[in-house]
């Protein structure tokens, strides 16, 4: 009983947008979409992802246009439907959405000092925390384990929900998160169990 798998979780990690290149945050949920680059990006991580895995359970998203979009493609190799949650929107940016690091640098140095100082528990108004990204994250996947298990899911969304999913099953310092690396169009997964979470791989990316 105790190395029965609870859940099988693959996240998926949007394509490319205008904003991945400029490193511009944005919790936007209906700007920017997927550009060309994203488009082939989702495509290839749906054909590897339903080679790997072919039986699938459910697929959620998140509802921001370019998870919508990635999603999309992923359901159609699966010929399955996807829901969408709401509740897995990107971490909130605030007052420094829309800005790239570079322009905050310029316009926020000592905001971005102080965040850079207190990387887990300090982010500008209107924003969310490290911390509170990761009291989120850890509630959603909790509730999706609970309602899928035995079942094998997909979650697409953004690459800060996928990292803090990453962080909480490790067991890494909140202020580490961020040194975890997930590209666009790739793929992660993460194994429930009753008493632990294994990391299977991360930012896989189809060559």
Known sequence: MLFKRKCKITFIAHGSTIYTEENRLSDNENYPPLNDKGKEEAEKIAKWIV??????DRIYTSTALRCIQTARIVSEYYKKEFEMLSYLHNKRAGMWSGYSY??????????????????????????????DLDFRVRDIIDELVEQNLTKRIIIVTHPD????????????????????????GSASQINYYLSWKTLVYSGHLPL
Do not use: C
């Open 161 to 184: 929900i996928i990292r803090a999913a990453i962080r909480n099953a490790m067991e890494l310092p909140v202020e580490n998160q961020n040194k975890v690396f997930i590209p666009p």
């Open 51 to 56: 080679r790997r895995s072919p039986r699938v």
């Open 102 to 131: 570079d322009e905050i640098e310029k316009k926020y140095p000592e905001m971005l000092e102080k965040y850079h100082n207190k990387p887990a528990s300090f982010w500008p108004d209107g924003g969310e925390t490290l911390l």
